[in-house]
């Protein structure tokens, strides 16, 4: 990391989730651990304290300009933090209003409403996908929503410079016009191939099956209903509220603007924008039956397998892992033109993390590093 941006590490820590402040970046640490110790009555300030520390390592070493947090145990949001800048020119700090690209965490925020077109008898996710998008070529084999969902399809992921795509394109549809005409991979289900494009095609079957425009559908059924109020699409052409600016790293090193991306194709593979805290609202809804059904979220959550027999870790949308301790989690990753984000569920432990940062490759180790700390503080019997 170069010396000049070592500066811009002081920690900018604002509004810490439902205890907002208006302090300034300078201040604004040690009143936020006060505020987090009168709400929490001392039960989380040790692994808040060392999980912060951890997080200005990790951004100092990265060269990381912004970054936000969120940790949620049961019912609430036990810790949200903002650190660093949103926009570096302006000295903007992040706080926990500040919207990030999540990337493909949009695959698992659009599996929600794959969810809820199932219970509603709309979707068949066996059905061909031109049952409810007429206008796709059909291929050798046939392609289900299925197959879509858990990357089984064979349909191709990017190739070249198309993820710095700068086109608008005006609806989901049109967007399909990038990988429409190209032939599968492979025949479906007997091989695993991440594809983005796979949920850009699934998004189109959901308008066709709902008769409503995805984007619609999402704010109306998933957004609003689970209080995802800074969860929205990442237009170019709009002013957003608490959007950062987007960062990577230049070829010395230094941090330099991310090029110029217009996301519009590919919404659900990859197109939102959202803050931990709503990450963390989103994965309580799906730990338990409440807004989607029990057999529903087996449905979403539960590994697929190839025909061979193989596991592909990946349900739809959701997919499984496993940390050191052996523990089970769920969730996704995410990656993005200047920015890049982890959102994680630890069911043993009721835990739940996100974070994000505004620029490509740090938020795993951090949300990684915060998930090991709280897990090792509530495996050693505090609340």
């Not at 170069?2 to 009143?31: D, E, K, N, Y």
């Not at 979707?123 to 796709?136: E, K, R, S």
């Not at 987007?246 to 010395?252: N, S």
Request: proline share 5%; with cysteine; charged share 20%.
């Amino acid at each position: 990391m170069t010396g000049s941006f070592r500066h811009l590490l002081v920690p900018a820590i604002v509004a810490v989730c439902f205890w907002a402040t208006s302090t300034s970046p300078s201040s604004a640490g040690a009143q936020q651990l006060q505020l987090a110790e009168a709400h929490s009555g001392n039960d989380f300030i040790d692994p808040i304290q060392r999980s912060r520390a951890l997080i200005l390592e990790i951004m100092e070493g990265q060269g990381v300009p912004g970054a936000s947090i969120a940790v949620g145990l049961g019912d609430e949001i036990i810790w949200s933090e903002g650190f660093g800048w949103a926009s570096l020119e302006n000295r903007v700090p992040v706080t926990t209003l500040t919207k990030f690209r999540i990337g493909s965490v949009s695959k698992t925020v659009t599996a929600s409403a794959v969810g809820l077109l199932i219970e509603r008898g709309q979707l068949d996710l066996d059905a061909p996908v031109q049952v409810y998008v007429p206008d796709f070529p059909e291929k050798r084999w046939p392609v289900t929503t299925r197959q879509l969902g858990g990357h089984t399809a064979g349909v191709r992921h990017y190739r070249g410079l198309e993820m710095l795509s700068s086109r608008r394109y005006p609806t989901v549809e049109s967007g399909l016009e990038i990988f429409a005409g190209d032939t599968l991979l492979f025949e479906p289900e007997t091989d695993y191939s991440y594809s983005s494009y796979g949920w850009n095609l699934l998004s189109a079957v959901l308008e066709g099956a709902s008769g409503t425009e995805f984007l619609a559908f999402m704010r109306d059924e998933v957004f609003e209903p689970l209080g995802l109020r800074h969860t929205v699409p990442d237009h170019t052409d709009s002013i957003v509220a608490h959007r950062t600016e987007f960062y990577e790293a230049g070829p010395d090193g230094s941090i330099i603007n991310a090029p110029y991306v217009d996301n519009s194709y590919k919404w659900a593979g990859g197109g939102f924008l959202s803050t931990p805290e709503d990450l963390v609202r989103f994965a309580r809804a799906h730990m338990a039956p409440g807004f989607l059904k029990a057999e529903t979220l087996r449905e979403l959550q539960t590994p697929q397998t190839l025909r061979n027999g193989e596991s592909t870790n990946y349900g739809i949308g959701w997919r499984t892992g496993t940390q050191d301790d052996g523990d089970m989690t769920l969730g996704h990753s995410g990656g993005s033109v200047g920015g890049t984000t982890l959102m994680i569920i630890v069911p043993e432990h009721d835990l739940v993390v996100a974070g994000v940062v505004n620029i490509s490759g740090a938020a795993g180790p951090i949300v990684n590093q915060v998930a090991a700390v709280f897990e090792a503080y509530l495996e050693g019997g505090r609340p």
